[in-house]
């Protein structure tokens, strides 16, 4: 039976690597993606977040991610062939990470020199989010966590050229 996701229920080891991963998920995520293997036990800690805890995010709510994406990952992932009715997935092998802030999604998206930016939209629609922000080192990113390979339609899709920039603006229930 899953616990309520709350800090007098969760151990220390999960804690610690909460905490890593709000600083600096990218090492953790590396493994996720299969670039190394030298984060394994924290990666299988965060998956078995979802797998010990109930999801403290209501239904319907409304969460962000911004992302700076590299014109050959922008192309990989076919971002540019995605229309209204589209089946996608924020990751289909690592945990996603959103805001409940919309300026944040917009920060994340202005890192890095990619001229690709693209802003999710998403509803929160059953168990697999987790909000992180009360154990967050960054409380202010009011950091939900999204498992892997959940997919979603996109509802309205939007791409705008702002000063040489693309921006790709996506909504998904």
Do not use: C
Not at 36 to 52: G, Y
Not at 59 to 71: D, K, N
């Amino acid at each position: 039976m899953k616990q309520e996701f709350i800090k007098k229920n969760i151990k220390q080891e999960e804690l610690l690597v909460i905490s890593k991963w709000t600083k600096e998920s990218s090492d953790i995520k590396n493994t996720m993606w299969g670039v190394d293997n030298l984060h394994k036990k924290e990666a299988d800690i965060m998956f078995s977040l979802f797998d010990n805890y109930q999801s403290n995010v209501t239904i319907g709510t409304v969460l962000y991610r911004g992302m700076a994406v590299p014109e050959d990952l922008f192309l990989a992932m076919e971002y540019d062939k995605l229309t209204k009715g589209s089946h996608y997935t924020p990751d289909e092998v690592a945990i996603s990470s959103f805001s409940k802030s919309k300026k944040i999604a917009f920060e994340f998206a202005m890192e890095g020199d990619s001229r690709r930016k693209v802003i999710l939209k998403i509803y929160a629609k059953d168990e697999n989010l987790l909000d992180i922000t009360s154990f967050s080192e960054v409380e202010k990113e009011e950091e939900n966590i999204l498992h892997k390979n959940i997919w979603y339609n996109v509802v309205k899709i939007k791409s705008i050229n702002r000063g040489g920039i693309e921006w790709l603006l996506m909504e998904l229930k």
